[in-house]
């Protein structure tokens, strides 16, 4: 437990937009006016089905900022290159909510995930991903790096309320990989770290 009281997102819905293909940020800022964004069927289902796509692709440093995915969360977001998401709720967590799928280091503050089946985070690619003030209420694990990978990863989460997990917070079967949590509170989550060599794991 820790005394920091994690907030996550804070908008509150000021309208919807049907998304029927991937939304590309490519650098800047996109505001999303804290609107709901409604993934069609051509998005996907949202189930554990893997050939979902994204409603966003931030690319080489594009932050994208409040932001609500609503039902259906389809393939969630991706990230090539790197960049920033800023106050973004995930409603109802598809297949995924955050990918990074090209490598490149990103920044994921003041986010709320919730009704997630199996993982928040996946990490496909290298890179250095930062997560402060999240809410995750919901999933089998907060982040995993791609399955069978041994590439090193590295991911930092602080500030964080992170609660009914079916399997762990961390994931990797890369040997070099880390993972720290700090300064966040766990409830009904049975483990915090799967897979990572001694040390490269830790909680405070
Ligand atoms: C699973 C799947 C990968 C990839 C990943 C993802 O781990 O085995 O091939 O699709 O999900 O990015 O969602
Ligand atoms: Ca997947
Ligand atoms: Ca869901
Ligand atoms: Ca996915």
Redesign the pocket.
Known sequence: SATFAATGASCKSTGSVPVAETIKIDGGTYDGGCKTFNGTSALGDGSQG?AQKAYFRIMNGATLKNVIIGKNGA?GIHSWYGGTLDNITWTDIG??AF?VKKAGNVTLKNITGKAGEDKFI?QNAEGTITVTNCILDGAAKFYRQNGGKTFKTTINVSGCDISNLKEGVFRTDSPTSVASLKNSRIRNVPTICIGYAAGKCTSS
């Open positions: 893997e393939d297949e995924d990918s996946q």
